[in-house]
């Protein structure tokens, strides 16, 4: 009799009028299932009982008070501190960025505005060598990893410090192998069943199984994508470690949530996939850092899935190739960032502690601002990689005939206008060894193959 209750009560709703009403129990459960027969066609559009939406975990309110039964993460003054600085750091680097790109001197970049607790919460709650999949907004749990403002600034210009693309993806494609960041990759959502395959390849292996868990973010458009489901069905149906991370703030570039999905959110969909799930304030780190350890603890013990959404809001346009203001007010933004800001928030419960006080809130923005500006001047004095580079360590193995077919292909250009044409020569300049280390790398491959 529990279990029908229990059923009924966590997975359904019924649209009839009539009263509400248990299970017969003498009726048993369908053969093959677990699922209870009933005398009366039932229709369900909920998870939850009586029809109300998943609730959503919080801990600080909005003045940085801990709420009524809220419990606190395990948190001592050095990391709190950390999680505060690293999410000041995140806007800093983002107005430098988006700036410069007005000027022209990058030619793309996304923010994280009003995203922050999302970000650097999930990324305090891993181990520094879970794999990570990003969707483009995740720059701060690459800085959390200790990836550096340098290294920052090198892949947004391209230039030869640039070890996460050497100059050859679009800015803010992050990767790094030694911080276990994939490559960001433009197409919506990819990355989702991606992550599932990791997380089985984590499973397979004797050395990290029930160590790691691969770790996948996404927004909640890209959760209307075939590939979110068809990662969520592998992460639930075959044991893979996958933490799958949905940010959902309101906006798929210009479509408001409202018109992407009819039912409650992207966590009912986990739910629906048998996978545990947890809503989260997205703007209260600390709810997001507590949800996120459990989030994992369970991931990694279970070997399966985990769904969190992190409910948060994008105060910054989609990208520098969008403007929100064409698709939603001005004050209804001015309006969040002054109503929740996770940053003030955070910040308010630092101080109710006298764990941070307006002094060092000046002296820390100072300090950033400095060193933010001063990668951002060694990035740009910097030349980009040798142009040859253009074609290495693409594949492994043996290199493939279209390949070197490109690569033949520029060496006939460079040869007829490299030093004939203002253009070109004036990009040559740029690179490293002014394009000469192609030239004579291919050239004497090209002679050889003659020769042969």
């Given at each position: 009799?529990?279990?029908?209750?229990?059923?009924?009560?966590?997975?359904?709703r019924?649209l009839?009028t009539?009263?509400?009403?248990?299970?017969?129990?003498?009726?048993?459960?369908?053969?093959?299932?677990?699922?209870?027969?009933?005398?009366?066609p039932?229709?369900f559009?909920?998870?939850?009982a009586?029809?109300?939406?998943?609730p959503?975990?919080r801990?600080?309110?909005?003045?940085?008070?801990?709420i009524e039964g809220?419990?606190l993460?395990?948190?001592?003054?050095?990391?709190?501190?950390?999680?505060?600085k690293?999410?000041?750091l995140?806007?800093?680097?983002?107005?430098?960025l988006?700036?410069?790109?007005?000027?022209?001197?990058?030619?793309?970049?996304?923010?994280?505005?009003?995203?922050e607790?999302?970000?650097?919460?999930?990324?305090?709650?891993l181990?520094p060598?879970?794999?990570?999949?990003?969707?483009?907004?995740?720059l701060?749990v690459?800085?959390?990893r200790?990836?550096?403002?340098?290294?920052t600034m090198?892949?947004?210009?391209?230039n030869?410090q640039?070890?996460?693309g050497?100059?050859?993806?679009?800015?803010?494609?992050?990767?790094?192998?030694?911080?276990?960041?994939h490559?960001?990759?433009?197409?919506?959502?990819?990355q989702?069943?991606?992550?599932?395959?990791?997380?089985?390849?984590l499973r397979?292996?004797?050395?990290?199984?029930?160590?790691n868990?691969?770790v996948?973010?996404f927004?909640?458009?890209?959760?209307?994508?075939?590939?979110?489901?068809?990662?969520?069905?592998?992460?639930?149906?075959?044991?893979?470690?996958?933490?799958?991370?949905?940010r959902?703030?309101?906006?798929?570039?210009s479509?408001?949530?409202?018109?992407?999905?009819?039912?409650?959110g992207?966590?009912?969909?986990?739910?629906?996939?048998?996978?545990?799930?947890i809503?989260v304030?997205?703007?209260?780190?600390?709810?997001?850092?507590n949800?996120?350890?459990?989030a994992?603890?369970?991931?990694?013990?279970?070997?399966?899935g985990?769904?969190?959404?992190?409910?948060t809001?994008?105060?910054?346009?989609?990208?520098?190739?969008?403007?929100?203001?064409?698709?939603r007010?001005?004050?209804?933004v001015?309006?969040?960032?002054?109503?929740?800001?996770?940053?003030?928030?955070?910040?308010?419960?630092?101080?109710n502690?006298?764990?941070w006080?307006?002094?060092?809130?000046?002296?820390l923005?100072?300090?950033?601002?400095?060193?933010v500006?001063?990668?951002?001047?060694?990035?740009?004095?910097?030349?980009?990689?040798e142009?040859?580079?253009l074609?290495?360590?693409?594949?492994?193995g043996?290199?493939?005939?279209?390949?070197?077919?490109?690569?033949?292909?520029?060496?006939?250009?460079?040869?007829?206008?490299?030093?004939?044409?203002?253009?070109?020569?004036?990009?040559?300049?740029?690179?490293?060894?002014?394009?000469?280390?192609?030239?004579?790398?291919v050239?004497?491959?090209?002679?050889?193959?003659e020769?042969?």
């Amino acid at each position: 009799m529990l279990r029908t209750l229990l059923i009924r009560h966590l997975f359904c709703r019924s649209l009839s009028t009539t009263p509400r009403f248990l299970f017969p129990e003498s009726l048993g459960l369908l053969p093959n299932s677990q699922s209870p027969i009933s005398h009366k066609p039932l229709f369900f559009n909920a998870v939850s009982a009586a029809g109300k939406q998943l609730p959503a975990y919080r801990v600080i309110d909005g003045v940085g008070n801990v709420i009524e039964g809220g419990e606190l993460p395990e948190l001592d003054e050095q990391l709190a501190r950390e999680i505060y600085k690293n999410m000041v750091l995140l806007p800093i680097i983002d107005n430098v960025l988006y700036n410069i790109q007005r000027q022209g001197k990058i030619s793309f970049y996304m923010t994280s505005y009003g995203e922050e607790a999302t970000i650097i919460g999930t990324a305090a709650a891993l181990l520094p060598d879970d794999e990570v999949l990003g969707q483009y907004r995740e720059l701060g749990v690459l800085l959390w990893r200790g990836w550096g403002i340098d290294a920052t600034m090198a892949q947004c210009f391209g230039n030869e410090q640039d070890l996460s693309g050497k100059g050859r993806q679009m800015p803010v494609h992050w990767g790094s192998p030694k911080h276990h960041f994939h490559t960001i990759s433009s197409p919506l959502g990819t990355q989702i069943p991606q992550a599932a395959g990791v997380a089985y390849a984590l499973r397979r292996d004797a050395t990290r199984r029930g160590k790691n868990c691969a770790v996948v973010y996404f927004g909640e458009g890209a959760a209307s994508e075939g590939d979110f489901h068809a990662g969520m069905l592998f992460a639930s149906t075959v044991a893979s470690p996958t933490l799958f991370i949905a940010r959902n703030n309101g906006f798929a570039i210009s479509t408001p949530a409202s018109e992407q999905y009819f039912g409650d959110g992207i966590a009912a969909r986990g739910v629906g996939y048998g996978i545990d799930t947890i809503r989260v304030d997205g703007n209260d780190v600390l709810a997001v850092l507590n949800a996120t350890r459990e989030a994992r603890r369970r991931c990694v013990e279970s070997g399966r899935g985990v769904l969190l959404e992190a409910m948060t809001y994008r105060v910054g346009h989609h990208s520098t190739s969008d403007d929100s203001f064409a698709y939603r007010a001005r004050q209804e933004v001015e309006d969040r960032k002054r109503i929740d800001n996770p940053i003030s928030r955070y910040r308010l419960f630092l101080k109710n502690r006298n764990w941070w006080s307006d002094a060092e809130e000046v002296e820390l923005k100072e300090s950033l601002k400095k060193d933010v500006m001063r990668a951002l001047k060694h990035a740009e004095g910097l030349k980009r990689h040798e142009l040859s580079e253009l074609f290495s360590d693409m594949y492994g193995g043996e290199e493939p005939l279209n390949l070197k077919e490109q690569r033949e292909e520029l060496i006939r250009l460079l040869q007829k206008y490299g030093n004939a044409w203002g253009p070109w020569k004036a990009e040559l300049k740029k690179f490293k060894d002014n394009g000469e280390s192609l030239l004579g790398r291919v050239g004497s491959t090209t002679n050889k193959g003659e020769t042969g």
